[in-house]
């Protein structure tokens, strides 16, 4: 899924071509309903990349070839523990994690400033133990948790996603 930051689709770009109001942007980001926010795993801003960034010259920092063999040891990982973090039970999701007290306090401190529901805490561990896997770690820690969390950008600024 994807969306527009503001009603004109420019708000955050360097351009300034942006003239909404801080209401008319909270006004468009409510829009999205929170039972259909609560269901993405991932909320991320794209911003608009200059020439240079897409030209045939510019190099990637990580070739494609090392990143899919990354993605199948990932996936492999995931097989041999419960199957794909995504279908994992919710009861067998905190062992999948593995996480310790300070881990279990960072995402309770989350779930608190953030009121995610337990879908969303759910969603956040899921994709936790995924940057765990892609890192070739045995359980999700601090960096992990707070980069999936990261993630939920949108109910991190429900009243202005900038």
């Known amino acids: 899924m994807a969306t527009q930051p503001c009603p004109c689709g420019y708000a955050g770009d360097t351009n300034g071509r942006c003239r909404c109001t801080q209401p008319a942007v909270r006004r468009y980001v409510a829009r999205i309903s929170g039972p259909l926010l609560d269901r993405i795993d991932l909320h991320v801003d794209v911003p608009r990349l200059d020439?240079?960034?897409?030209?045939?010259?510019?190099?990637?920092?990580?070739?494609?070839?090392?990143?899919?063999?990354?993605?199948?040891?990932?996936r492999a990982r995931q097989a041999a523990r419960d199957?794909?973090?995504?279908?994992?039970?919710?009861?067998?999701?905190?062992?999948?994690?593995?996480?310790?007290?300070?881990?279990?306090?960072?995402?309770?401190?989350?779930m608190q400033k953030l009121g995610l529901s337990a879908r969303a805490c759910h969603r956040i561990l899921r994709v936790a133990r995924t940057i765990a896997d892609l890192a070739g770690l045995e359980r999700v820690g601090m960096a992990e948790l707070s980069e999936a969390i990261g993630y939920r950008r949108l109910d991190r600024e429900p009243q202005a996603a900038v």
């Open 51 to 74: 020439y240079a960034l897409l030209a045939p010259s510019a190099t990637a920092t990580e070739p494609s070839a090392v990143v899919a063999a990354r993605v199948l040891e990932a």
């Open 83 to 110: 199957g794909l973090n995504a279908l994992i039970d919710a009861r067998r999701l905190g062992d999948a994690c593995g996480l310790g007290l300070r881990e279990h306090g960072l995402l309770e401190a989350a």
